[in-house]
């Protein structure tokens, strides 16, 4: 098959569309069940690419939840502890495949976002992340196989809709890619630099150690932002983003956005959320969205008379700004890679309140001093790759 005729482009009024290949060879996807359109497209195919880096640079099982062409989440396939089982959903499970603990993580890490997701999986999806699936909102996954039940399962979710492409994992596409904008063709070589140690020995603080976790963990936020609309800023830790900020004209807005989506990461794990009185018949969503409001800025809409007796039992107490304070102070070890350098040493002050201790970044502004200051008053150790990451 050399070409496939979608519903529409980006949106419904953009046609005709369709996928296909210029050089003539047949396409490397196979549509095993459901309609993909070409957003979907453009999120797999960008999601392929990153779980496929990720599992080259770790060893591990990996997974990205998509959305419009950014990740909201992106993952390796490391266990899962009871904490994080509950917060995501999947303590009913039990032990779980290292591709589904992938998934989990990646899912997890921003439910807001990811709601709706197309995911993208580096193995073959097996039965314990199709059952992940299947009770989550997506549109499709892609991966380079399904076993058989986990095909089964995933071709009842959305009354036999669900999107599921299966990709040959020996394609490799050609050096050069094209793409055109106002009827005008644009070419490039393909991002094909390698995230690997080498990349990041450039240490340029007062502190040089980098353990081999947060190592792996800078490895994972630069590979999550080779395929994150720029600007971009990425925290992780523990093998996971934890906070994705995409698409942002300021750098600090970038910081901003994504230190605020880790800090609803790690406050979703206070005790104070973990005991929310839920009503027993609150969907997922629902309890997402009562999260997402209640450690926010807006308590009071989910906390008032008339709303908080739709999805608790018993009226919770607010999480009070000292309160969550107190236990954001306790994040610590999390990674952040930029796609770009740091201009400003604001970046690093608004990293520090969520606990990061290392950073990559390619460095080659005229404040880098300022920024490796900023690093050493707080202890942190930074490394400049000397490469931008922009992606678009």
Known sequence: MNELQLKYGCNPNQKPSRIYMADGRDLPIQIL????????????????????????????PAATSFKHVSPAGAAVGLPLPDVLKKIYWVEEYGDLSPLACAYARARGADRMSSFGD??????????DTATLIRHEVSDGVIAPGYTEKALEILKEKKKGGYVVIQIDPEYVPEPLEHRQIFGITFEQGRQELAIDDQLLSNIVTKNKTIPAEAMRDLKISLITLKYTQSNSVCFVKDGQAIGVGAGQQSRVHCTRLAGGKADNWWLRQSPRVLELPFLEEIARPNRDNAIDVYIGNDSEDVLRDGEWQKVFKVKPDPFTAEQKREWLDKMTDVSLGSDAFFPFSDNIERAVRSGVRYIAEPGGSIRDKDVIDCCDRYGIAMAFTGIRLFHH
């Open 33 to 60: 069940n459901g309609r993909p359109g070409y957003i979907n497209f453009m999120d797999a195919l960008n999601g392929w690419q990153l779980v496929t880096n990720l599992k080259q640079a770790t060893g591990l």
């Open 118 to 127: 197309f995911i993208s999986l580096s193995d073959v999806c097996d039965e």
